[in-house]
C-alpha cells in the first residue's frame, strides 16, 4: 500500500471526478478506443496515439514514434527555419538591400509571428497526450491563437510595402498588430474553449483568414487596376499564397486521405501531417515574395503626390 501511494496521484480526467491513477513510467502507445473523450478528434486515425502523460513525459515524447512525431517535428523544424531566416535576413539580406530602421521592425515581427505560430504548434502537439483535459485544452488554445498571429505576421510585410506611398499603410499595419494582441490575447479567457465560444473562435480564426482580401481589393485600386507593374507582378505571388492555404485547409477538413484509408496513415501521410507542411510552404513562400517586394519598393521610389 506505500508503495501505491508514492506511485499515485490525484488527476483529471476529462469532465469525470478526480479518482486514483498509476503514473506512467514509460510511454504506452493506444488506439482509438483506449483513448480519453477529450482526445478522440480523428477516427480514422486508428492507433499511435499517447495519452495519460505528465508533463515529463509528454516532453520525452518527442523522441517516441507515435502519430503526432511528424505534426511535433513538421513545426519544430519549421521554427528552425524561421529563426535561420531572421538571422539571415538581419546579416544579410536586409543590409544588402539598404533597408532602413522600419525595414528591419517589419521583418522581426513578421518572422516572430511565423515563429510563434511554429511553437504554439509544437507545444500543443507534444501536450494534448497530458493526462489533465484542461492542460490539454489550454495548447489547444494556444495553438489556435498561434496559426491565427502566423497569418496575421504575413499581413505585416504585405501591407507595409503594399501601401507603402499613402497612409493607408499606417491605418491596415495598426489594425493587424492591433488584431494580434486581441487574438493572441483571447485564448486567455476562462471560457475562451468552453463550447459555448466554439462560434466566437471559428469567427475569429475565420476573419483573420479572409482579412487579407480587403487590403488586396483596395491596393489594385489604389495602383489602378490589373494593368499596374506592380499588381501584375505581385498579385499572382499572393494568390499562390491563398492557394497553398486552401488547400491546406482543405485536407484539414475532409480528413483526407486517412477517411478513405482508416489505419493505414497513422504515423506518416495523414491531414494533419499534410496540413502542417503546407503552412509552413505557406510561410515560407510569402516570406520571399516579401523580401521581393521590399526590394522592388526601394528600387522605385514614391511618387511626388500620393493618394
Request: aromatic residues 16%; charged residues 10%.
Amino acid at each position: 500500500l506505500h508503495q501505491l501511494n508514492l506511485t499515485t496521484h490525484y488527476v483529471e480526467l476529462g469532465n469525470y471526478p478526480e479518482w486514483p491513477m498509476r503514473i506512467p513510467q514509460k510511454i504506452k502507445l493506444y488506439t482509438f478506443e483506449q483513448l480519453p473523450m477529450y482526445l478522440r478528434e480523428n477516427p480514422y486515425i486508428t492507433d499511435g496515439y499517447r495519452a495519460h502523460l505528465p508533463s515529463k513525459l509528454c516532453l520525452r515524447s518527442i523522441f517516441v514514434l507515435s502519430n503526432e512525431t511528424v505534426n511535433i517535428w513538421s513545426h519544430l523544424l519549421g521554427f528552425l527555419l524561421f529563426f535561420s531566416l531572421a538571422v539571415n535576413d538581419g546579416v544579410k539580406v536586409l543590409p544588402a538591400s539598404g533597408a532602413s530602421r522600419e525595414d528591419y521592425v517589419i521583418y522581426a515581427i513578421g518572422l516572430f509571428c511565423f515563429q510563434v505560430c511554429m511553437l504554439c504548434s509544437v507545444g500543443y502537439h507534444l501536450f494534448l497526450c497530458h493526462r489533465s483535459e484542461k492542460t490539454s485544452r489550454r495548447w489547444l488554445a494556444l495553438d489556435y491563437a498561434g496559426i491565427s498571429v502566423g497569418i496575421l505576421g504575413c499581413y505585416v510585410p504585405g501591407i507595409f510595402y503594399s501601401f507603402y506611398c499613402n497612409f493607408w499603410r499606417q491605418v491596415y499595419s495598426l489594425t493587424v498588430l492591433t488584431m494580434i494582441l486581441l487574438v493572441f490575447g483571447a485564448q486567455f479567457h476562462p471560457r475562451y474553449m468552453s463550447a459555448e465560444w466554439r462560434c466566437i473562435r471559428v469567427s475569429t480564426f475565420f476573419g483573420v483568414a479572409v482579412m487579407g482580401v480587403v487590403p488586396t481589393i483596395h491596393w489594385v485600386l489604389l495602383n489602378g487596376g490589373l494593368t499596374c507593374d506592380i499588381v501584375r507582378m505581385f498579385l499572382p505571388r499572393l494568390i499562390v499564397m491563398y492557394l497553398i492555404g486552401a488547400a491546406a485547409f482543405v485536407f484539414y477538413i475532409t480528413k483526407m486521405p486517412e477517411r478513405c484509408f482508416p489505419g493505414h496513415v497513422n504515423y506518416i501521410g495523414a491531414s494533419h501531417q499534410v496540413w502542417h507542411v503546407l503552412v509552413v510552404a505557406m510561410l515560407y513562400w510569402w516570406h520571399q515574395t516579401a523580401v521581393d517586394i521590399m526590394q522592388f519598393r526601394h528600387s522605385q521610389p514614391c511618387p511626388p503626390r500620393t493618394q
